[in-house]
């Protein structure tokens, strides 16, 4: 058992994993003390909240990871895309619930829950599979870069009109490097970057508030 463990690890991800999970409960814990005391009454309390997330949720979710066949992944990513998409869509239904100006959550059985934050893991999962899927013709305009170029277009609707920036410049970078490294034409690595640049300087100034924020 811990020879196919040890056989399926990649010991410099799984050191870095650990490295920005150590960083990031630093940083909550030093981020959230004072609003955990003023809230609970006691300096770690989202700490804590936060590691039961993580050794149940997040542990869970590693291993399934890790011991899922990536064939079996490769089939599940265009559902799972699917599936993601239609419940962003949801957020702007009687479904969704609102944060202020913000609509970016669904209730599922009296239980909030963040779509876009699972677009993470899918949409780079369907990414991975949709490069592999194309071999060759990955590299070229109409069989590879224009639907490159329509999928993003299509999420970044979504994650504009909820609206989550943040998430849509976070993926649009891992999206565009992991294109880069299957073998996209540096031409169009450019012509991405300047086209994405453009039409998010667009949005960030046409919104006072994202323009403040930026």
């Known amino acids: 058992?811990?020879?196919?463990?040890?056989?399926?690890?990649?010991?410099?991800?799984?050191?870095i994993i650990c490295a920005l999970l150590v960083l990031g409960l630093a940083a909550l814990a030093?981020?959230?003390?004072?609003?955990?005391?003023?809230?609970?009454?006691?300096?770690?309390?989202?700490?804590?909240?936060?590691?039961?997330?993580?050794?149940?949720?997040?542990l869970a979710g590693f291993f399934a990871?890790?011991?899922?066949?990536?064939?079996?992944?490769?089939k599940a990513s265009l559902p799972l895309l699917i599936l993601n998409l239609g419940l962003l869509a949801l957020v702007f239904t009687p479904l969704g619930g609102n944060f202020g100006t913000a609509s970016r959550w669904i209730?599922?059985?009296?239980?909030?829950?963040?779509?876009?934050?699972?677009?993470?893991?899918?949409?780079i999962i369907y990414l991975a599979a949709w490069i592999t899927t194309k071999g060759?013709?990955?590299g070229g305009f109409a069989e590879g870069l224009l639907p490159f170029i329509l999928m993003c277009g299509v999420i970044g609707a979504l994650?504009?009109?909820?609206?989550?920036?943040?998430?849509?410049?976070?993926?649009?970078?891992?999206a565009g490097l992991m294109y880069f490294m299957g073998?996209?034409?540096?031409?169009?690595?450019?012509?991405?970057?300047?086209?994405?640049?453009?039409?998010?300087g667009v949005i960030i100034i046409s919104t006072p508030y994202r323009l403040e924020r930026f």
């Open 1 to 15: 058992m811990f020879e196919g463990i040890k056989k399926k690890s990649d010991v410099i991800i799984i050191f």
């Open 30 to 58: 030093s981020a959230s003390s004072s609003i955990s005391i003023k809230n609970a009454g006691n300096p770690y309390f989202y700490l804590k909240r936060q590691f039961l997330i993580l050794i149940t949720a997040g």
């Open 65 to 74: 990871g890790m011991f899922t066949p990536l064939k079996w992944l490769k």
């Open 107 to 123: 209730e599922v059985g009296g239980i909030p829950i963040q779509p876009s934050e699972f677009l993470k893991i899918t949409f």
């Open 136 to 138: 060759k013709n990955r």
């Open 159 to 174: 994650l504009i009109a909820q609206p989550s920036t943040s998430i849509l410049v976070v993926l649009l970078i891992v």
């Open 183 to 200: 073998g996209l034409k540096f031409s169009f690595v450019a012509a991405i970057i300047g086209i994405a640049a453009i039409a998010l």
